[in-house]
């Protein structure tokens, strides 16, 4: 999917937020989402989410569902041993200035079996980043997940 694409259908969903259709968050939780968000001003606002994607054996993302990050830390359930596309969002808007914008983070991820998936996602003063590091539960290590296109998809 075009980047310019995926953004213009990311910024429609956020605006329109009543269309979205929440994931169903049914498997096992295996991603911990941990959300920050200051917009810097009492008059602006920030909101977070992640779209969930299923990522088929021809590389296709087929939307399965939103999850709102509206609140300090969310677990969520993604398939094991398959690609997801996960693709946060954050969505600011200035009433005093009248300004909206919207941002993404975009990244393929395939979660291993055993493994928890702990998410920093924030956003202050105007600056997001998105953290996800990968972490056995019987052991003390984690390390950073690189962050992949879409397009590695096909190279894998």
């Known amino acids: 999917m075009p980047r310019d694409l995926t953004a213009l259908i990311l910024a429609a969903s956020l605006s329109a937020s ?17 959300t920050e968000t200051k917009s810097g001003s009492f008059l602006s606002t920030v909101r977070t989410a992640v779209n969930v994607y299923r990522v088929d054996a021809s590389c296709r993302a087929q939307y399965e569902g939103t999850v ?43 979660p291993r079996a055993g493994y928890i998936y702990d998410v920093k996602v924030n956003y202050i003063d105007n600056i997001y980043g998105v ?8 052991g003390p290590l984690s390390r950073e997940v690189e962050r992949r296109d879409l397009s590695v998809c096909n190279a894998s």
């Open 18 to 34: 009543c269309s979205l259709r929440p994931y169903p968050n049914t498997l096992e939780k295996n991603l911990y989402i941990r």
């Open 131 to 138: 953290i996800i590091r990968e972490t056995h539960p019987q």
């Open 68 to 110: 709102e990050l509206n609140s300090p830390s969310v677990f969520v359930g993604i398939p094991l041993g398959r690609p997801s596309y996960l693709v946060f969002n954050f969505a600011s808007s200035s009433f005093l200035a009248n300004t909206r914008s919207t941002i993404s983070y975009e990244t393929l991820l395939t």
